[in-house]
């Protein structure tokens, strides 16, 4: 109790003052091939610039800053500055729209938004600059941007609210006396998705998580920082990219790689050249990748020299076993071993894995919880199951990285996640035990989709596709899909006057469709499949059957329809697939 501490200090001061000051933070990679290194030394001071920077808008303590950017040297940069001055930063994802953006920084009422001109991604500059202006446009709570060049794109620099980064950072002294904080102490909002429209801010505090992250990376990456270099692929605007690049890493003092661009741009040997290239020891990636990588054919990656890869990591979705093999034979030459990490955005770091070099693995299943973390498997009465059952996948004890809340709504915190079971944190996910007490994680078991590890809400895509003046309802489901884990399958009722008045229709309206839920939410939620259907199923008390409508999506024969209103919706579905 009373503990106090600096997360940014912890990160990046503590590794200088140990006179590792010369060792690499960040081998950062372009996608158009720019190089740049930066060390610990270098580092320290631009997270000490920054943070005066923010000082000199009027960040103070408490304060929220949102973070908008490519995956760039610039962005932990960013968010270790937030940490140092105590000002939680709230980081979206540069893939989310402009709507996307706008409702997670009011909700987050951020003071300051870090953003970029843009970003490369498949060899082209993305924007981010405009989404910005277009998300703080009219009533804000946000007072400055400062935007990082990167692209050297033009932008719209709007007089006394938008700042240069570089400029700012020139402009502001090079040290910064940091304060200590209390261990529970707000460290950061990070949105995700849950069973309702509206994304949920996940509330994270210092101590504990960072306790957290930093033993996982020590014990199951098994970061050695003094001769590692560690690579994880993830995207800050993600919780991967927040525990195991920001910060688990960073505490050890660890060399890693930060890659902004695709696996495959330029060419697909992109990511294998650069683990050849600066001689990356342990990698961590998300299954659907490595399905990518699958399907492009083992040439391509027998064509580097991976022989310094000693761990392998996975998370974001089960791994299917020959996904897992193919990881294990063809990226580790079958001597890494796999490290399948089963956690969320709410855990905070990894709770099921193996730890490398102590459990013979088993592909396609996570584990056993790692030391000190309580999971198990439960009955729908919170009943532990016998091994080789399955069930919901429960949280006895309390974790040092647990979330806090939800940003501004204690009852939805509750509702989420302590209601299923009085006792145990409900996870959302089914699992099943092996007869070995191994845990294999099935999926989601709520309305949360999981398409390329990146969790998805039915609901909000469904609010999303009814915003559209042509729509009367929408289902959305997640279907099985070889490549992505699942799919976003969307029915759509028309409106009427949208049909009579011979609005768009047939393909034409299905691009649309699909853009304007690129546009509210963001391309990586855009429907794979939307058809247009005469109803839905509904239950007697006006519930939508997602399970009827997965069915069709996945192309079974429809199950049990007992239950619905009106028991021949389903032959109209089927049989308008089936014309299709
Ligand atoms: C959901 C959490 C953890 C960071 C990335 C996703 C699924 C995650 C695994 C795994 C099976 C997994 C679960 C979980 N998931 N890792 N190793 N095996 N499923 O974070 O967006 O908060 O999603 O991802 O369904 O509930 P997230």
């Known amino acids: 109790m009373g503990g106090k501490l600096?997360?940014?200090?912890?990160?990046?001061?503590?590794?200088?003052?140990?006179?590792n000051g010369d060792r690499v933070a960040f081998h950062f990679v372009g996608e158009p091939g720019d190089r740049q290194d930066t060390t610990y030394a270098e580092l320290h001071e631009k997270v000490q610039r920054a943070a005066n920077a923010l000082i000199a808008l009027g960040v103070e303590t408490g304060d929220r800053v949102a973070i908008y950017l490519p995956m760039i040297p610039e962005s932990v940069v960013a968010m270790l500055a937030c940490a140092r001055l105590g000002a939680p930063h709230s980081v979206v994802f540069g893939g989310f729209s402009a709507d996307a953006l706008r409702t997670r920084i009011a909700d987050g009422e951020a003071k300051v938004v870090i953003t970029a001109d843009g970003g490369f991604r498949k060899g082209k500059a993305a924007t981010l600059k405009p989404a910005v202006d277009k998300a703080i446009s009219g009533d804000t709570t946000v007072t400055n941007v400062l935007v990082v060049?990167?692209?050297e794109s033009d932008v719209d620099m709007v007089e006394g609210r938008d700042l240069w980064?570089?400029?700012?950072?020139?402009?502001v002294e090079p040290t910064h006396t940091p304060e200590y904080f209390d261990s529970e102490h707000p460290l950061f909002i990070l949105y995700t998705s849950g069973t309702t429209g509206k994304p949920k801010g996940i509330l994270h505090t210092t101590g504990g998580y960072l306790t957290q992250t930093a033993f996982t990376s020590k014990y199951v990456h098994d970061i050695h920082p003094e001769k590692d270099v560690y690579w994880c692929t993830a995207d800050v605007g993600w919780v991967t990219g927040h525990s195991y690049v920001s910060y688990g890493p960073m505490a050890l003092g660890a060399t890693q790689v930060i890659y902004e661009g695709t696996p495959d741009s330029p060419h697909k040997g992109r990511w294998w050249e650069i683990v050849q290239d600066l001689g990356v020891t342990i990698f961590y990636t998300a299954p659907t990748a490595i399905r990518a990588c699958m399907k492009w054919g083992r040439d391509i990656p027998d064509g580097y020299d991976l022989s310094s890869l000693r761990v392998l990591g996975s998370v974001g979705e089960p791994i299917n076993p020959e996904a897992w093999v193919w990881y294990s034979e063809v990226v580790g030459h079958g001597k890494a071993p796999i490290v399948d990490t089963w956690w969320q955005t709410e855990t905070g770091a990894v709770m099921i894995s193996p730890m490398p070099g102590v459990t013979s693995t088993r592909p396609g299943s996570a584990q056993l919880a790692i030391p000190g973390i309580e999971v198990d498997v439960v009955d729908e009465s919170g009943a532990s199951v016998p091994d080789?059952?399955?069930g919901y996948l429960v949280v006895k004890e309390p974790w040092p990285a647990m979330l806090r809340g939800i940003w501004g709504d204690p009852e939805r915190y509750?509702?989420?996640?302590?209601s299923r079971f009085e006792e145990f944190y409900f996870a959302g996910d089914g699992a099943k035990k092996d007869?070995?007490?191994n845990i294999w994680v099935l999926g989601r078991v709520d309305d949360v989709m999981n398409v390329s590890g990146h969790r998805l809400s039915t609901s909000e895509i469904e609010s999303a596709l009814v915003s559209h003046s042509s729509v009367a309802e929408a289902a959305v489901v997640g279907a099985n899909d070889p490549m992505t884990g699942q799919a976003v399958c969307a029915f759509v009722i028309l409106r009427g006057e949208a049909v009579a008045a011979g609005d768009q229709q047939g393909e034409e309206l299905v691009t649309a469709l699909r853009n304007h839920v690129a546009d509210r939410i963001g391309p990586i939620a855009k429907p794979r499949q939307i058809m247009v259907v005469a109803e839905l199923p509904k239950t007697r008390s006006g519930k939508i059957m997602r399970r009827l409508l997965r069915d069709v999506a996945e192309k079974r024969d429809v199950g049990d329809v007992t239950t619905l209103a009106d028991s021949t919706v389903m032959d109209a579905i089927s049989a308008e697939m089936k014309e299709n």
Request: charged share 25%; with cysteine; proline share 0%.
């Open 6 to 19: 600096n997360a940014c200090v912890n990160a990046v001061d503590r590794h200088v003052e140990a006179g």
């Open 388 to 390: 080789g059952s399955g």
């Open 149 to 151: 060049r990167r692209t």
């Open 435 to 437: 007869s070995d007490g």
């Open 414 to 418: 509750v509702d989420t996640y302590w």
């Open 165 to 171: 980064w570089h400029e700012a950072l020139e402009a």
